[in-house]
């Protein structure tokens, strides 16, 4: 079993920037791969950003070249930084893992609870 617990959510301004972090515990290894996707609302889920143990990471197109993954291995946490941030990026954001890289694929066995990120025009 994994646990994962978000956090680093809250409200900003378009342009603005937030780093959402995920703490992970339990049955952690360097085998367990991470992601971060969101839901908007109104919309269904969609996958943000993955990396892989190797540390090679994947991006949906709306958030290249805004968001960065990354992880702190020795503190079991990931990262998501995300820089100019845009209305359209509102949504409740969260982090899973797997033993399984499914990359942007929404079937990772483990979920966290999730954190609100809103962004004001």
């Known amino acids: 079993q994994v646990q994962l617990v978000e956090s680093g959510g809250g409200s900003v301004q378009s342009g603005g920037s937030l780093r959402l972090s995920c703490k992970a515990s339990g049955d952690t290894d360097s085998n367990v791969y991470m992601a971060w996707s969101r839901q908007a609302p109104g919309k269904e889920r969609e996958g943000v950003s993955s990396?892989?143990?190797?540390?090679?990471?994947t991006y949906a197109d709306s958030v290249k070249g805004r968001f960065t993954i990354s992880q702190d291995k020795a503190e079991n946490t990931l990262y998501l930084q995300m820089n100019s941030l845009k209305p359209e990026d509102t949504a409740i954001y969260y982090c899973?893992?797997?033993?399984?890289?499914?990359?942007?694929?929404?079937?990772?066995?483990?979920w966290g609870q999730g954190t609100q990120v809103t962004v004001s025009s």
């Open positions: 899973a893992a797997d033993r399984v890289n499914w990359l942007l694929r929404l079937v990772y066995k483990y």
């Open positions: 990396i892989d143990r190797y540390g090679r990471t």
